[in-house]
C-alpha cells in the first residue's frame, strides 16, 4: 500500500516570500501521479498542481512549482511570492496511473497548515 | 461556483437518527467517491463508484450505506452512528475514461453525531 507523509504540521511565510512544503511517498510502482490540494476555510479541497511521475521535467503553475525527486520519492511544493490568500491546509496526495476505465483513488498526506502573515 | 455539490453543508444528529448526505456533480465523470476527513488524520478514502457500481469498500463499518443511483448523484445513509464518527465528509467525481485525471472535490458536510 502507498503511504503519504508531511512533516509541517503547519508552516508560516511572510506575504511575498517563499515558502517550500515538504511531502514523501512511499511506494512501490513506477507510474502514478502526485497532486496537491488547497483546502481553505471554505472546506472544498482545490488542485494547486500535478505532477506525472514518468515526467522528469518539474511541473509549474503560474507562482506554484514542485520538485519532485523521483528517487528519492519527494514531491515538496513552493509557493512563491506568497499572497494572503495562499493561506490554508495543504495535502499531498497520490494516485496509482491504473488503466483507462477506472476510478482514481486518492491517498493523501497528513496536510500542512500554511499561515501568512503581513 | 463548485461542479460537486454536498448537501446538507452541515449536520447534527443523535445516535439513533437516520440521515442522508448528498452528492451532485455536474461534470459529467463517471467516477464518485465518499472521503471522510477527521482531525489530525489524512483523509480516508470510504467508497468508490465507477460507473454507477461500487468498486471499493475501504472496511467502512455498515451503519454507513452509500448508494449511487446515477453517475450524477451520490448519498451517504447514515443511521445509529457513534460520537466517532463525527467529521468533514467529502464527496469527490473524476473522469475514469482519462488516465491524466484529477479528482474535483465538494465542500463537504460537517456531521456532528451527539
Known amino acids: 500500500a502507498q503511504t503519504v507523509t508531511q512533516s509541517q504540521p503547519e508552516m508560516s511565510v511572510q506575504e511575498a516570500e517563499t515558502v517550500t512544503l515538504s511531502c514523501t511517498y512511499d511506494t512501490s510502482e513506477s507510474d502514478y501521479y502526485l497532486f496537491w490540494y488547497k483546502q481553505p476555510p471554505s472546506r472544498q479541497m482545490i488542485l494547486v498542481i500535478r505532477?506525472?511521475?514518468?515526467?522528469?521535467q518539474n511541473a509549474t503553475e503560474n507562482r506554484f512549482s514542485v520538485n519532485f525527486q523521483k528517487a528519492a520519492k519527494s514531491f515538496s511544493l513552493k509557493i512563491s511570492d506568497s499572497q494572503l490568500g495562499d493561506a490554508a491546509m495543504y495535502f499531498c496526495?497520490?494516485?496509482?496511473?491504473?488503466?483507462?476505465?477506472?476510478?482514481?483513488?486518492?491517498?493523501f498526506g497528513t496536510g500542512t497548515r500554511l499561515q501568512v502573515t503581513l | 461556483e463548485t461542479g460537486v455539490t454536498q448537501t446538507p453543508r452541515h449536520l447534527v444528529m443523535g445516535m439513533t437518527n437516520k440521515k442522508s448526505l448528498k452528492c451532485e456533480q455536474h461534470?459529467?465523470?463517471?467516477?464518485m467517491y465518499w472521503y471522510k476527513q477527521s482531525a489530525k488524520k489524512p483523509l480516508e478514502l470510504m467508497f468508490v463508484?465507477?460507473?454507477?457500481?461500487?468498486?471499493e469498500n475501504n472496511s467502512v463499518p455498515s451503519r454507513f450505506s452509500p448508494e449511487c443511483p446515477n453517475s450524477s448523484h451520490l448519498f451517504l445513509h447514515l443511521h445509529t452512528l457513534q460520537p466517532e464518527d463525527s467529521a468533514l465528509y467529502l464527496c469527490a467525481s473524476s473522469q475514469a475514461l482519462s488516465l491524466n485525471t484529477e479528482a474535483f472535490f465538494g465542500q463537504g458536510t460537517r456531521l456532528t453525531v451527539v
Open positions: 505532477q506525472e511521475a514518468y515526467k522528469q
Open positions: 463508484y465507477n460507473f454507477k457500481e461500487q468498486t
Open positions: 461534470l459529467g465523470h463517471n467516477a
Open positions: 496526495a497520490y494516485r496509482s496511473a491504473g488503466t483507462t476505465g477506472t476510478a482514481s483513488k486518492l491517498t
